[in-house]
């Protein structure tokens, strides 16, 4: 496909685990990111890993990247309300300097 | 502190007015971008600029112009306003290295009557 595409919606309860998909577009895409907007706000970035990895982890985050299936998952660990957001899914395609971005998926966390 | 600043933050606007956005970062970034959002879509870049008195149109066609005469300012005008206008811009930059991080403004919501 042409777009990053991304679930529109997902609710998780306080304390459980968010896993939030991506599907990407290029396979030779170098870089993937995750960005986090808060309402009213721009976007802030959460992450991103490089293409030669599997997975990567950075306190409550983890990162799951499926080069063969041009996946990306963002698991957030011991969900809490102050994650209540939209993700973004970005892509730096091959040749490309800018981002690629999905439509965002809006994380509600319920107390 | 080193950060991207856009102003207006919000702005309400009768068809027809010329509005000029501002974008400015203190980082030193080569890079700069405007995006688009609209609600539940994804972003899309309109203007990008690799270094001063360079500018490009991004995927999104717009009718909007940019110009960058100062490597820290990178301002969006609208000569003339129209609802189709109504929407998020969002404003980037990023170093010419790694992994070409952006960095965002906090935005300026424009609404044209």
């Known amino acids: 496909g042409e777009d990053v595409e991304q679930s529109l919606f997902l609710s998780v309860r306080e304390g459980d685990s968010s896993v939030i998909n991506c599907t990407y577009t290029?396979?030779?895409?170098?870089?993937l990111y995750w960005y986090k907007q808060e309402p009213g706000a721009g976007l802030q970035l959460l992450t991103y890993i490089f293409s030669n990895m599997d997975m990567k982890q950075d306190q409550r985050l983890t990162v799951l990247l499926n080069k063969k299936d041009k996946h990306l998952s963002l698991r957030i660990a011991d969900t809490q309300t102050g994650d209540s957001a939209i993700y973004f899914c970005a892509e730096r395609k091959t040749g490309a300097n800018n981002l690629f971005f999905g439509t965002g998926t809006r994380l509600t966390v319920i107390p | 502190e080193a950060d991207i600043y856009q102003t207006p933050r919000y702005l309400v606007i009768g068809t027809g007015k010329k509005i000029t956005l501002e974008c400015s970062q203190t980082?030193?970034?080569?890079?700069m971008y405007w995006y688009q959002q609209d609600p539940g879509m994804e972003l899309h870049l309109i203007h990008y600029s690799y270094g001063v008195n360079s500018t490009e149109k991004g995927d999104l066609s717009s009718e909007s112009t940019v110009s960058r005469i100062r490597t820290e300012h990178f301002p969006l005008t609208l000569e003339s306003a129209r609802p189709s206008h109504t929407s998020q811009y969002l404003c980037?930059?990023?170093?010419?290295?790694?992994?070409?991080?952006?960095?965002f403004g906090a935005g300026s919501r424009l609404t044209v009557l």
């Open positions: 980037a930059s990023s170093s010419a290295s790694g992994a070409n991080v952006l960095t």
């Open positions: 980082m030193g970034h080569d890079k």
């Open positions: 290029d396979s030779s895409s170098t870089y």
